[in-house]
């Protein structure tokens, strides 16, 4: 993951930026993770939910504090991305072993190996 972090270009690109009307434009980009992008759309819609919770607990997030929660908030969706990538790149070590284990525990629920081919092969798998 530290590796990950030191090669991760994070690049704030417009916590502010304006569209059309002085509305933030939805596709812009505000944050690389990799070579994945991360769009105002998708930092708007994190925004909504945080501000939904704190409405749901009867408070809002103050105006003079609405560009901290905002930089918090695309902080944790660049966390976010990092831990999706180096997951997927870094599968478990015990992953076969495990693969094993839920076959044979599948298996037995349906009555054996002959009878797990069977339901496979009549579901179209193999």
């Known amino acids: 993951m530290k590796k990950h972090l030191a090669v991760v270009a994070a690049l704030v690109i417009g916590l502010t930026g304006n569209g059309p009307a002085g509305e933030p434009d939805a596709a812009a980009v505000v944050a690389r993770v990799n070579v994945k992008e991360i769009k105002r759309a998708e930092l708007n819609a994190a925004m909504r939910g945080l501000m939904m919770q704190f409405a749901q607990n009867g408070r809002s997030i103050p105006p003079e504090q609405m560009e901290t929660f905002e930089r918090d908030v695309l902080d944790e969706l660049i966390n ?14 015990d992953l076969d072993d495990r693969v094993s284990t839920e076959f044979a525990r599948i298996e037995q629920q349906v009555g054996g190996a002959a009878e797990f081919e069977k339901a496979l092969s009549e579901s179209g798998l193999t």
């Open 80 to 93: 976010r991305e990092l831990v999706l990538q180096e997951a997927s790149a870094t599968p478990p070590a």
